[in-house]
């Protein structure tokens, strides 16, 4: 990951304005969080025998920077509300709300336009479906939307928030190596519940929490898509991606 790190921290500059607006991107997106997705998506390809280069490294980093547009939104007064991200003054409390809804913009526009890099219209396809209208955004929308929420409620919600970036990381790395994108969906949706329920077992202070509501069913849930997950990285011999998710899981 070091590699990218260098990659992405580089790259990044030669899409920022040459303006003092730039500060609130760079504060944004540095330090960087835990690169799950890009790194997930890295792993794969090397289990999938593909051989990385600009290309993927492209990819990786529209991952990441549509992730962290999703988080500034999250965290804004109209969503989360929430004053801390990272340990630190979320973007809307280092800067203002304006700043930070134009820099979340320009994140996701960017998003796009490192995506177009690789010159693959299918996997913008893929990309734009899982974190569209109906996927991410939708998943969004469900949770502002309903605060009182039934187990499946949360599950659906986490499913479309949560899981269908991490699917993007699953489906492109499957596009590219041409595997069974059926196959690696739900590889994806696997990893990003196990993602969201381990987060939520951890952190059970909010009043919205799986856990806190249904802690029997959140179990159970939790145990059948590691089973799941197992079942398809055995399947597809994915050794690095499993070692990683242990690795991640395990913290």
Not at 133 to 152: E, N, T, Y
Not at 187 to 195: D, H, Y
Not at 198 to 214: M, P, R, S, T, V
Request: include cysteine; glycine fraction near 4%; charge should be negative.
């Amino acid at each position: 990951m070091q590699a990218f790190q260098s990659f992405y921290s580089k790259e990044i500059e030669s899409y920022l304005p040459d303006d003092v607006f730039s500060e609130v991107y760079r504060y944004a997106l540095f330090p960087t969080g835990k690169l799950f997705r890009p790194e997930l998506f890295l792993t794969l390809c090397q289990d999938l025998n593909l051989e990385l280069s600009e290309r993927e490294y492209f990819i990786a980093m529209a991952l990441e920077v549509h992730h962290t547009y999703t988080l500034i939104h999250d965290d804004l007064p109209c969503m989360d509300n929430d004053d801390m991200r990272r340990g630190r003054a979320s973007t809307h409390k280092k800067f203002n709300e304006w700043q930070a809804l134009l820099a979340a913009d320009g994140l996701l526009n960017l998003s796009y336009q490192l995506l177009a890099k690789a010159n693959d219209i299918k996997l913008i396809q893929i990309f734009s479906d899982l974190t569209g209208p109906q996927g991410l955004i939708q998943g969004q929308a469900l949770d502002l939307k309903k605060k009182k929420k039934s187990f499946q409620d949360y599950l659906y919600m986490h499913e479309l928030k949560t899981a269908r970036l991490m699917q993007a990381c699953t489906m492109i790395s499957a596009h590219l190596t041409k595997q069974n994108l059926n196959d690696f969906s739900k590889l994806g949706k696997t990893i990003g519940m196990i993602f969201q329920l381990l987060d939520d077992k951890d952190d059970q202070n909010e009043e919205e929490n799986i856990f806190k509501n249904y802690a029997k069913e959140a179990h159970e849930y939790l145990d059948k898509m590691m089973s799941e997950m197992k079942v398809l990285l055995d399947k597809y011999q994915l050794k690095r991606t499993q070692e990683f998710l242990e690795k991640y899981y395990l913290k």
